[in-house]
């Protein structure tokens, strides 16, 4: 027990930095602070429930062995004392995710410009969902009172019930995503010709998005702007306004207002017509969300062309006489020895630490589509079931329920968040996730990490849980209860056949519902724009570098390249482009000095 708590105390305090770390990573400078220690908090338990699992079955395995009276009465003692904390995580999980996080989300999504009128919004939006579930659930809950006599304690069951199979219907639909596309992303990642040819199909998409989010911005600022020089409104929605536009960054809206100063007022008109207030609100919320998806999309350009450029040095690096790799991407300082490691991680040893990587993930893969083949078949027999064993230690129980669980996890999550549905159904690195955002994703986490840990419990054929006890019976209602949780493996398999053929993306696109889709296929037109935005990137940040180092290309290099960055030979309109690196900074700079000796 003491060797128990000492686990559980280390586990717990990196749990609470891990956590505190990704909501730093991932939140942005903007993100009230309320909002910050809401999501940190759901976060936590949602990530605690993933700990406190394993836990729970070591004591439960080691339940029935008796070995003293004391050890009986502690072994009681902390079952029951697990028991209690999954009630509290999960009460406070559910009250979070089902009322606190959706009036939150609301709130902040909300375009009003009062606390008031903002949670008013708030409350009248999710006050429609919640009426409607409302009825659904009070016609339901007094059939059930009259078929079965509830009591008071069977309706929370219910209650629990029915979250967890909403919980198991998400985890069914995204997990035969992950756990397919987990292994390919790897056994991709160890083929660095592809990998690059995504990366410019990447490059390419992005680059789009960008021209298209600042278009929108634009417009929209256009438009806040142009309410600032109508004469015929009233002061207060001109004043809301040019409380909009200070909000916004400033270069936007200067260029803004020097592309429309020459609009008259019978143009304004015909361009705003009236203007109300519930118009300027309309007005205020496209603009939050434009002005975010803009900077998102300019970080995601960033870092998907620093990304490609790395991939094209890795390429060229292959090719190294000295077996050094030297990048414009990277440090510039890296030193002989770092350079010589970087050559090795990069070119030898990254290919295959992916291939065994996906040949990891795949395996368990397997193992888990395999465990949900047999809970459908309701056979007795379970692959991570052998694992686990009354005589094992805690270290052993932990490692064999750790690993499996937090792929599963992590599966699921990776299916959440490569849904590409703009905004709410995305976190994005570098600070750019706004508090909408990082709500929708703690409403999401909570949901499915009980139902994940139901699941689990099912795979390795364990009973008898203090989780099990504390969620109590969720079968009183059939069609919702016992049976979803054997519908759930049959329906991952199907989803499991449409991913490894990509079935889902197809029909998808078949229908005309592309933002739908998981994944974009590569097609050649655009790999070969990408590799010309690459081109062009590579030559502004390297005449970047040559200026803030107050260098500049010498006169007699400059026949080795235009100022596009293609030498003569080279046709940036035909598409013929050079190798990837060949005429960076390095080797232009290399040339130079060359042909200045000769």
């Known amino acids: 027990h003491d060797r128990m708590l000492l686990f559980t105390s280390v586990v ?27 999501v940190y908090l759901t976060w936590l338990l949602c990530f605690c429930v993933v700990v406190l699992l394993p836990i729970d079955v070591y004591y439960t395995l080691h339940r029935g062995k008796d070995k003293g009276p004391e050890h009986n009465l502690k072994n009681k003692l902390a079952c029951e004392t697990i028991g209690s904390i999954w009630l509290v ?55 059930l009172w009259l078929r079965k006599h509830l009591e008071w304690n069977d309706i929370l069951n219910l209650i629990a019930g029915l979250s967890n199979s909403f919980g198991l219907t ?82 936007l809206v200067s260029h803004n207002k020097s592309s429309v100063s020459f609009i008259n007022q019978r143009e304004i008109e015909n361009e705003l017509g009236d203007v109300t207030y519930e118009k300027v609100v309309a007005l205020n919320k496209l603009i939050k969300r434009g002005v975010a998806d803009l900077r998102r999309a300019n970080c995601l350009w960033e870092s998907t062309v620093e990304r490609a450029l790395l991939f094209e ?91 499996p669980l937090v792929y599963i996890t992590c599966a699921v999550y990776y299916g959440l968040f490569n849904l590409k549905l703009a905004g709410f159904y995305s976190l994005y690195d570098n600070h750019q996730t706004d508090a909408p955002s990082l709500v929708f994703s703690a409403i999401n986490f909570s949901r499915v990490s009980t139902a994940i840990c139901y699941n689990f419990l099912q795979l390795i054929k364990m009973e008898g849980t203090a989780f099990q006890t504390a969620m109590g019976d969720i079968d009183l209602a059939p069609v919702f209860g016992s049976s979803i949780t054997l519908f759930f493996p049959l329906t991952l398999i199907v989803l499991v056949v449409f991913n490894v053929f990509d079935l889902y993306d197809k029909i998808m696109q078949a229908l005309g519902l592309q933002r739908f889709m998981f994944t974009q296929h590569i097609s050649n037109p655009k790999i070969l724009e990408g590799k010309k935005l690459l081109v ?47 005429f960076g900074i390095k080797k232009i700079l290399a040339n130079a000095v060359e042909n200045k000796k000769s």
């Open 170 to 251: 998400l985890v069914m639909l995204l997990l035969g995503y992950g756990l397919v596309e987990i292994p390919k992303y790897y056994f991709f990642r160890s083929n660095q010709e592809m990998s690059l040819k995504y990366l410019q199909f990447s490059v390419a998409l992005v680059d789009e998005k960008k021209a298209e989010a600042a278009l929108q911005v634009d417009e929209l600022l256009k438009r806040a702007y142009l309410v600032t020089r109508k004469v015929d409104i009233p002061y207060h929605l001109k004043h809301l306004c040019d409380s909009i536009l200070k909000r916004c960054p400033a270069d």
């Open 313 to 403: 040095e890795i390429i060229e690096s292959k090719h190294a006489y000295d077996q050094k790799f030297r990048s414009a991407v990277l440090k510039d300082d890296l030193g002989l020895l770092c350079e010589s490691c970087t050559w090795l991680w990069y070119v030898k040893i990254q290919r295959v630490v992916c291939l065994l990587a996906a040949i990891v993930f795949a395996a368990l893969s397997f193992i888990v589509i395999s465990g949900e083949i047999l809970i459908f078949t309701q056979s007795q027999f379970s692959p991570l079931g052998l694992l686990l064993d009354k005589d094992e230690s805690l270290l052993q129980v932990q490692i064999f329920c750790l690993i």
């Open 89 to 143: 995580v999960y009460w406070t999980t559910f009250v979070m995710t089902w009322i606190v996080l959706p009036l939150i989300q609301e709130y902040e999504d909300a375009g009003e410009f009062s606390f008031k009128e903002r949670m008013r919004r708030s409350i009248w939006n999710n006050g429609i969902i919640y009426g409607i579930f409302a009825v659904i659930g009070l016609i339901f809950v007094g059939y």
């Open 12 to 38: 717990v305090f990196l749990v609470v930095f891990i956590t505190g770390y990704l909501l730093y990573k991932y939140s942005s400078s903007e993100v009230p602070l309320y909002v910050f220690f809401l």
């Open 536 to 582: 062009r990137a590579r030559a502004h940040r390297e005449k970047n570098f040559l200026m803030a180092n107050n260098r500049s290309i010498p006169a007699y290099a400059t026949r080795f390249t235009k100022l596009s960055g293609f030498p003569e030979q080279y046709d940036e309109e035909k598409g013929v482009v050079p190798p990837p690196g060949t």
